[in-house]
């Protein structure tokens, strides 16, 4: 490896990524091939962070961004440009944190040196908390949701004319569920209205909305004071984007699945406490920094890390209908989807020969010009559905229509008929998400950003992945897992369509592996078509409904635990014959070490808890796992000593959930154990503890 630095090592005001002189306002980065500028000239108490007065804290500042490539810290050598990259934006996030909540810490009175441990430990709570740039570093959510109601406040009769004017406002599919910074109908509107007074909606660029706001430019009302909070891309709430591209519509209340949070990886945590505690190494350069305060909050977590995982976690689907939705959605795979498919591409190569939009085409010659007879037996009729749930969505906000209850029931009628050619092209996608989802275990980001091209390796026996949650230094490492035969078939199925319309000379976006076809064409997959096609899928095979009536409205995280929950349920459903079948695998141990392998280990820790709760709870246990009568009287123990009872089905199904889930930490195994005989190999769940329990 290569020294960069022959510079003191005691001195961070120099470094090969500075085009300009330390004490320069502006500051010039050059790393790798990307190139930008830090303005120093931010707000900062009365003045400017580059006042005399407040020498010593600009100072800080510089040497601290110079610090994270200086040799001091990097051991001298010579590191890769994203590694560069990501350290600077850390700790530029630090110094935009500390800009931002100067007052409440006194920074430009006292500067650093005044931090206490209590200031530290509430920084790295706030850092810990949140996986994305935005929320950890600026507050994002909270900061947006408290200057949309001051825009309401202030301009209370725009609002109002604003409301009577634009009736669009009411047009948003999106699930309530899924909203992130209000359940609040109510509010969500009027905040509509606000950013259409403001003009901050535009008409191009998004795949799903007609209209949806500008991040950028709020960016620059909430953030100019920072060095770089404008650039920091913000996640797009849905909830404030109206008139849908496409409309749909779901048959039943969803059960609730998840919380909003999402806690940052271990990685992400480490990463960012190193670059923070860096600070401790200016004092080497005589600068007044509080090192006992770092010193003694180094081994201290600002949040505990599984806590924060809790508040993610989703809510696990019951097995058998998990189950009928794989049994589906293989059958339509097989049945139905080339033949659609084609179908579709005949539609629209039409209609560009014809230079018309495809459902004006359809219109004018009809849709069974396009079908094979196999597409008609199936009963497709008409091009798309959605004329017929204009004004009924599922969805309502304050001065929407009511929902026509007759039409809604027609239109789920001649859905499940399979009338609409495009709602079942949207079903048929969504059986491939669904399926290939619950077989790879993988993210639902990962899944989006798949290609047909590139999607399996050379051999094709291999799926590869960019993984989502990043390795070392922040990288996403790519990964290549398994390819189940199924899942290889899908690809292909991708591969074809997409081959076909670009042949046609369909204008696309850049090819992923799950583009939805639309009423105007392909739309680029994105967590709304994801989810949309996912949930078409759960209405169209009658998906399982709770002890409420609401339908499980299934979401990836849920599929990723599918393979371990077959696995584990195995003996009672019979599930691993299936299960051989969909990998390839010969025996039940073979379908074990797929499982291991792909499926992460804190899923699995998931399904585990949720298993055993669940054959505890319902008393069958006995059946259906292997369990000492020492192993079970330390059960009982353990919950006679904090639920009061050794009675397993009296206690909250839940809540007994996350308390097994905290016994696997400490010791309590539940893994299979496999048993050799003439037919193969079979096995049984054992439950065990380990030896010195409890902890």
């Given at each position: 490896m290569e020294v960069f630095y022959e510079g003191g090592l005691n001195s961070f005001e120099e470094g090969d990524i500075l085009g300009v002189d330390y004490v320069s306002p502006i500051w010039a980065i050059s790393v790798g091939n990307l190139n930008w500028k830090i303005d120093?000239?931010?707000?900062?108490?009365?003045?400017?962070?580059?006042?005399?007065?407040?020498?010593?804290?600009?100072?800080?500042?510089?040497?601290?961004?110079?610090?994270?490539?200086?040799?001091?810290?990097?051991?001298?050598?010579?590191?890769?440009?994203?590694?560069?990259?990501?350290?600077?934006?850390?700790?530029?996030?630090?110094i935009d944190y500390l800009l931002l909540h100067q007052d409440k810490y006194k920074l430009p009175q006292f500067g650093l040196s005044a931090l206490t441990e209590n200031d530290v430990l509430n920084i790295l709570r706030d850092i810990e908390s949140h996986a994305d740039e935005a929320a950890a570093f600026y507050n994002w959510k909270r900061k947006l949701a408290q200057w949309l109601d001051s825009v309401?406040?202030?301009?209370?009769?725009?609002?109002?004319?604003?409301?009577?004017?634009?009736?669009?406002?009411?047009?948003?599919?999106?699930?309530?569920?899924?909203?992130?910074?209000?359940?609040?109908?109510?509010?969500?509107?009027?905040?509509?209205?606000?950013?259409?007074v403001k003009r901050l909606y535009s008409s191009k660029g998004h795949p799903d909305f007609k209209r949806h706001y500008s991040s950028t430019k709020i960016s620059k009302v909430l953030l100019k004071d920072t060095l770089r909070g404008q650039a920091v891309i913000k996640p797009l709430y849905r909830e404030l984007c109206y008139a849908p591209v496409e409309r749909t519509i779901r048959e039943k209340d969803p059960v609730p699945v998840r919380s909003d949070d999402v806690r940052p990886t271990e990685v992400t945590v480490r990463s960012r406490r190193r670059a923070f505690?860096?600070?401790?190494?200016?004092?080497?350069?005589?600068?007044?920094?509080?090192?006992?305060?770092?010193?003694?909050?180094?081994?201290?977590?600002?949040?505990?890390?599984?806590?924060?995982r809790a508040l993610g976690r989703y809510a696990t689907v019951p097995f058998k209908h998990l189950m009928a939705g794989i049994r589906n959605g293989i059958d339509m795979v097989y049945d139905h989807s080339e033949k659609l498919f084609d179908a579709y591409v005949c539609v629209l190569s039409d209609a560009i020969k014809r230079k018309m939009a495809p459902a004006a085409l359809v219109q004018s010659v009809g849709v069974q010009h396009f079908l094979s007879k196999d597409v008609l037996n199936l009963g497709v009729a008409e091009w798309s559905l959605s004329s017929k749930i204009s004004g009924a969505s599922s969805v309502r906000l304050p001065g929407d229509a009511r929902i026509n209850e007759t039409r809604v029931a027609q239109y789920f009628s001649d859905f499940r008929a399979n009338r609409g050619m495009v709602e079942l092209l949207r079903v048929m996608v969504g059986a491939m998400e669904y399926d290939f989802g619950a077989m790879t275990a993988r993210r639902?980001?990962?899944?989006?950003?798949?290609?047909?091209?590139?999607?399996?390796?050379?051999?094709?026996?291999?799926?590869?992945?960019?993984?989502?949650?990043?390795?070392?230094?922040?990288?996403?490492?790519?990964?290549?897992?398994?390819?189940?035969?199924?899942?290889?078939?899908?690809?292909?199925?991708?591969?074809?369509?997409?081959?076909?319309?670009?042949?046609?000379?369909?204008?696309?976006?850049?090819?992923?592996?799950?583009?939805?076809?639309?009423?105007?064409?392909?739309?680029?997959?994105?967590?709304?078509?994801?989810?949309?096609?996912?949930?078409?899928?759960?209405?169209?095979?009658?998906?399982?409904?709770?002890?409420?009536?609401?339908?499980?409205?299934?979401?990836?995280?849920?599929?990723?635990?599918?393979?371990?929950?077959?696995?584990?349920?195995?003996?009672?459903?019979?599930?691993?014959?299936?299960?051989?079948?969909?990998?390839?695998?010969?025996?039940?141990?073979?379908?074990?070490?797929?499982?291991?392998?792909?499926?992460?280990?804190?899923?699995?820790?998931?399904?585990?808890?949720?298993?055993?709760?669940?054959v505890l709870t319902s008393g069958s246990w006995k059946k259906e796992i292997e369990i000492s009568e020492s192993a079970f009287c330390k059960l009982g123990d353990a919950t006679q000593t904090v639920f009061g009872t050794r009675n397993f089905s009296l206690i909250d199904s839940d809540t007994f959930e996350l308390f097994i889930a905290g016994l696997l930490r400490k010791g309590l195994s539940v893994n299979p154990h496999f048993i050799s005989d003439a037919s193969g190999k079979s096995y049984r769940i054992a439950v065990t503890f380990s030896e010195g329990w409890p902890r």
């Amino acid at each position: 490896m290569e020294v960069f630095y022959e510079g003191g090592l005691n001195s961070f005001e120099e470094g090969d990524i500075l085009g300009v002189d330390y004490v320069s306002p502006i500051w010039a980065i050059s790393v790798g091939n990307l190139n930008w500028k830090i303005d120093w000239r931010v707000r900062f108490g009365d003045g400017l962070l580059t006042d005399r007065a407040f020498a010593d804290t600009w100072k800080i500042f510089r040497s601290w961004l110079i610090l994270q490539v200086h040799p001091r810290f990097t051991g001298g050598y010579l590191t890769d440009p994203a590694v560069k990259r990501g350290a600077i934006n850390r700790v530029t996030g630090f110094i935009d944190y500390l800009l931002l909540h100067q007052d409440k810490y006194k920074l430009p009175q006292f500067g650093l040196s005044a931090l206490t441990e209590n200031d530290v430990l509430n920084i790295l709570r706030d850092i810990e908390s949140h996986a994305d740039e935005a929320a950890a570093f600026y507050n994002w959510k909270r900061k947006l949701a408290q200057w949309l109601d001051s825009v309401v406040d202030e301009n209370e009769p725009e609002i109002e004319r604003e409301l009577e004017k634009n009736k669009e406002l009411q047009e948003n599919d999106l699930p309530i569920e899924d909203w992130v910074l209000t359940p609040d109908s109510e509010k969500v509107l009027r905040w509509r209205a606000a950013l259409s007074v403001k003009r901050l909606y535009s008409s191009k660029g998004h795949p799903d909305f007609k209209r949806h706001y500008s991040s950028t430019k709020i960016s620059k009302v909430l953030l100019k004071d920072t060095l770089r909070g404008q650039a920091v891309i913000k996640p797009l709430y849905r909830e404030l984007c109206y008139a849908p591209v496409e409309r749909t519509i779901r048959e039943k209340d969803p059960v609730p699945v998840r919380s909003d949070d999402v806690r940052p990886t271990e990685v992400t945590v480490r990463s960012r406490r190193r670059a923070f505690f860096s600070l401790e190494l200016l004092a080497e350069a005589g600068m007044r920094i509080p090192v006992d305060v770092l010193v003694n909050c180094k081994d201290k977590r600002g949040i505990e890390s599984k806590s924060i995982r809790a508040l993610g976690r989703y809510a696990t689907v019951p097995f058998k209908h998990l189950m009928a939705g794989i049994r589906n959605g293989i059958d339509m795979v097989y049945d139905h989807s080339e033949k659609l498919f084609d179908a579709y591409v005949c539609v629209l190569s039409d209609a560009i020969k014809r230079k018309m939009a495809p459902a004006a085409l359809v219109q004018s010659v009809g849709v069974q010009h396009f079908l094979s007879k196999d597409v008609l037996n199936l009963g497709v009729a008409e091009w798309s559905l959605s004329s017929k749930i204009s004004g009924a969505s599922s969805v309502r906000l304050p001065g929407d229509a009511r929902i026509n209850e007759t039409r809604v029931a027609q239109y789920f009628s001649d859905f499940r008929a399979n009338r609409g050619m495009v709602e079942l092209l949207r079903v048929m996608v969504g059986a491939m998400e669904y399926d290939f989802g619950a077989m790879t275990a993988r993210r639902q980001g990962e899944l989006i950003d798949l290609t047909p091209q590139g999607a399996l390796d050379e051999t094709g026996r291999y799926v590869g992945f960019k993984n989502r949650k990043s390795g070392a230094h922040g990288l996403r490492q790519f990964e290549l897992r398994p390819a189940p035969p199924l899942c290889r078939d899908i690809v292909e199925l991708s591969k074809k369509l997409h081959l076909n319309l670009e042949q046609a000379g369909v204008k696309m976006p850049p090819h992923r592996l799950f583009d939805l076809p639309g009423v105007a064409g392909i739309r680029a997959v994105s967590t709304s078509t994801y989810n949309e096609a996912l949930d078409a899928f759960c209405d169209y095979v009658s998906f399982g409904l709770d002890s409420k009536g609401r339908r499980w409205y299934v979401r990836q995280h849920q599929l990723r635990r599918f393979f371990a929950l077959a696995f584990f349920y195995g003996t009672k459903y019979g599930n691993v014959s299936t299960l051989r079948w969909m990998l390839g695998h010969s025996d039940a141990e073979h379908v074990w070490h797929y499982i291991t392998g792909s499926v992460p280990g804190e899923i699995l820790d998931e399904v585990r808890s949720y298993f055993l709760a669940d054959v505890l709870t319902s008393g069958s246990w006995k059946k259906e796992i292997e369990i000492s009568e020492s192993a079970f009287c330390k059960l009982g123990d353990a919950t006679q000593t904090v639920f009061g009872t050794r009675n397993f089905s009296l206690i909250d199904s839940d809540t007994f959930e996350l308390f097994i889930a905290g016994l696997l930490r400490k010791g309590l195994s539940v893994n299979p154990h496999f048993i050799s005989d003439a037919s193969g190999k079979s096995y049984r769940i054992a439950v065990t503890f380990s030896e010195g329990w409890p902890r």
